[in-house]
Protein backbone atom coordinates (compact mmCIF):
# COMPACT_ATOMS: atom_id res chain seq x y z
CA UNK A 1 0.00 0.00 0.00
CA UNK A 2 1.52 3.46 -1.02
CA UNK A 3 1.26 6.06 2.05
CA UNK A 4 -0.93 8.61 -0.10
CA UNK A 5 -3.54 5.04 -0.33
CA UNK A 6 -2.44 4.29 3.48
CA UNK A 7 -3.18 7.89 4.29
CA UNK A 8 -6.07 8.19 2.79
CA UNK A 9 -8.16 4.46 4.31
CA UNK A 10 -7.68 6.63 7.73
CA UNK A 11 -11.02 6.93 9.83
CA UNK A 12 -9.74 11.31 10.29
CA UNK A 13 -13.18 11.36 12.57
CA UNK A 14 -11.15 9.04 15.37
CA UNK A 15 -7.82 11.15 16.13
CA UNK A 16 -6.31 8.06 18.74
CA UNK A 17 -6.47 5.60 15.80
CA UNK A 18 -4.71 7.99 13.27
CA UNK A 19 -2.02 8.60 15.60
CA UNK A 20 -1.32 5.10 16.49
CA UNK A 21 -1.86 4.35 12.97
CA UNK A 22 0.70 6.44 11.74
CA UNK A 23 3.02 5.86 14.67
CA UNK A 24 2.56 2.00 13.45
CA UNK A 25 3.31 2.64 9.62
CA UNK A 26 6.43 5.55 10.63
CA UNK A 27 8.48 3.49 13.37
CA UNK A 28 10.73 5.91 14.31
CA UNK A 29 9.74 9.12 15.10
CA UNK A 30 11.53 12.18 16.17
CA UNK A 31 10.70 13.65 20.24
CA UNK A 32 11.55 17.17 21.01
CA UNK A 33 12.32 18.26 24.72
CA UNK A 34 13.66 21.28 26.56
CA UNK A 35 17.74 21.21 27.10
CA UNK A 36 18.34 21.82 30.55
CA UNK A 37 20.49 24.39 28.67
CA UNK A 38 17.54 25.83 28.38
CA UNK A 39 17.39 25.10 24.33
CA UNK A 40 15.30 22.74 22.56
CA UNK A 41 16.96 19.15 22.22
CA UNK A 42 15.45 16.86 18.84
CA UNK A 43 16.35 12.76 19.26
CA UNK A 44 14.90 9.62 17.52
CA UNK A 45 12.60 7.96 19.21
CA UNK A 46 10.40 4.64 18.93
CA UNK A 47 6.29 4.88 19.79
CA UNK A 48 5.57 1.76 21.75
CA UNK A 49 2.39 0.84 22.10
CA UNK A 50 -1.18 2.72 22.63
CA UNK A 51 -3.51 1.02 25.65
CA UNK A 52 -7.21 2.71 26.29
CA UNK A 53 -6.38 5.95 24.82
CA UNK A 54 -3.17 5.92 26.55
CA UNK A 55 -0.14 6.44 24.17
CA UNK A 56 3.87 4.99 25.67
CA UNK A 57 7.04 5.54 25.15
CA UNK A 58 10.02 4.39 26.70
CA UNK A 59 13.29 5.96 28.11
CA UNK A 60 16.76 4.89 30.33
CA UNK A 61 17.24 6.41 33.29
CA UNK A 62 20.93 7.22 32.53
CA UNK A 63 19.62 9.58 29.01
CA UNK A 64 19.97 12.80 28.97
CA UNK A 65 16.36 12.94 27.50
CA UNK A 66 15.12 11.52 30.92
CA UNK A 67 16.72 13.73 32.82
CA UNK A 68 15.11 16.92 30.48
CA UNK A 69 11.74 15.65 30.77
CA UNK A 70 12.42 15.07 34.75
CA UNK A 71 12.53 18.73 34.87
CA UNK A 72 10.66 19.78 31.71
CA UNK A 73 7.84 17.51 31.58
CA UNK A 74 6.57 18.06 28.12
CA UNK A 75 7.66 16.41 24.61
CA UNK A 76 6.46 17.00 21.09
CA UNK A 77 6.76 14.06 18.81
CA UNK A 78 6.69 14.18 14.91
CA UNK A 79 7.17 12.41 11.77
CA UNK A 80 7.07 13.81 8.32
CA UNK A 81 6.18 11.99 4.62
CA UNK A 82 8.12 13.44 1.88
CA UNK A 83 5.89 11.21 -0.46
CA UNK A 84 2.72 12.83 0.35
CA UNK A 85 3.76 16.55 1.96
CA UNK A 86 2.40 14.68 5.04
CA UNK A 87 3.41 14.91 9.13
CA UNK A 88 1.97 14.26 11.87
CA UNK A 89 2.57 15.91 15.60
CA UNK A 90 1.64 14.87 19.03
CA UNK A 91 2.47 16.48 22.00
CA UNK A 92 1.93 15.82 25.53
CA UNK A 93 2.51 16.36 29.57
CA UNK A 94 5.45 13.24 30.33
CA UNK A 95 4.76 11.05 33.32
CA UNK A 96 6.89 8.10 34.32
CA UNK A 97 6.05 5.27 35.03
CA UNK A 98 8.22 1.83 36.41
CA UNK A 99 5.13 -0.41 36.12
CA UNK A 100 6.32 -3.52 35.17
CA UNK A 101 3.68 -4.74 32.82
CA UNK A 102 4.14 -1.12 31.01
CA UNK A 103 7.90 -2.36 30.46
CA UNK A 104 7.15 -5.63 29.87
CA UNK A 105 5.03 -4.24 26.57
CA UNK A 106 7.75 -2.16 25.80
CA UNK A 107 10.23 -4.58 25.65
CA UNK A 108 7.62 -6.70 23.99
CA UNK A 109 6.88 -4.34 21.07
CA UNK A 110 10.89 -3.10 20.25
CA UNK A 111 13.47 -5.84 18.95
CA UNK A 112 15.71 -2.79 19.44
CA UNK A 113 15.19 -1.76 22.92
CA UNK A 114 15.42 -5.56 23.13
CA UNK A 115 18.58 -5.59 21.50
CA UNK A 116 20.36 -3.22 23.54
CA UNK A 117 18.69 -3.60 26.93
CA UNK A 118 17.36 -6.72 27.17
CA UNK A 119 19.08 -8.07 30.14
CA UNK A 120 18.86 -4.78 32.31
CA UNK A 121 15.32 -3.92 32.20
CA UNK A 122 15.77 -1.94 35.53
CA UNK A 123 17.02 0.86 33.51
CA UNK A 124 14.39 1.10 31.39
CA UNK A 125 11.47 3.92 32.32
CA UNK A 126 8.15 3.74 30.75
CA UNK A 127 6.49 7.31 30.10
CA UNK A 128 2.97 8.25 28.91
CA UNK A 129 1.44 11.21 27.95
CA UNK A 130 -1.30 13.42 29.50
CA UNK A 131 -2.66 16.82 27.90
CA UNK A 132 -2.21 15.51 24.42
CA UNK A 133 -2.90 17.00 21.44
CA UNK A 134 -2.62 16.13 17.72
CA UNK A 135 -2.21 17.58 14.34
CA UNK A 136 -2.45 16.44 11.18
CA UNK A 137 -0.91 18.62 8.42
CA UNK A 138 -0.90 17.77 4.87
CA UNK A 139 0.27 19.66 1.70
CA UNK A 140 -1.79 16.80 -0.29
CA UNK A 141 -5.02 17.72 -2.48
CA UNK A 142 -6.87 14.59 -1.31
CA UNK A 143 -5.94 14.96 2.99
CA UNK A 144 -7.11 17.55 4.78
CA UNK A 145 -5.72 19.16 8.27
CA UNK A 146 -7.16 17.92 11.64
CA UNK A 147 -6.38 18.64 15.02
CA UNK A 148 -7.44 16.78 18.23
CA UNK A 149 -7.30 16.89 21.84
CA UNK A 150 -6.29 13.13 23.36
CA UNK A 151 -7.79 13.12 26.71
CA UNK A 152 -7.45 9.55 28.11
CA UNK A 153 -8.17 8.23 31.81
CA UNK A 154 -5.03 10.20 33.18
CA UNK A 155 -5.93 13.12 32.42
Known amino acids: ?16 SVVMNIFRRFPMQYG ?13 L ?17 Y ?8 MPYIQICIGDQETMSY ?14 VIERCFENSPVLTDQFGDQKDVVVGYFLTEA ?13 RTYELRNKFD
Not at 2 to 16: K, R, V
Not at 47 to 62: C, P, Q, R, S
Not at 133 to 145: D, G, R
Request: hydrophobic share 30%; net charge negative.
Open 133 to 145: KAEFCSFHEKLEN
Open 46 to 62: EFKFAEDGVFYFDTVEF
Open 1 to 16: MSNIEFFTSLDYEDGF
Open 88 to 101: LKLEGKVNFTRDAG
Open 64 to 71: ESYKEMQE
Open 32 to 44: TTLGRNGNPQIRP
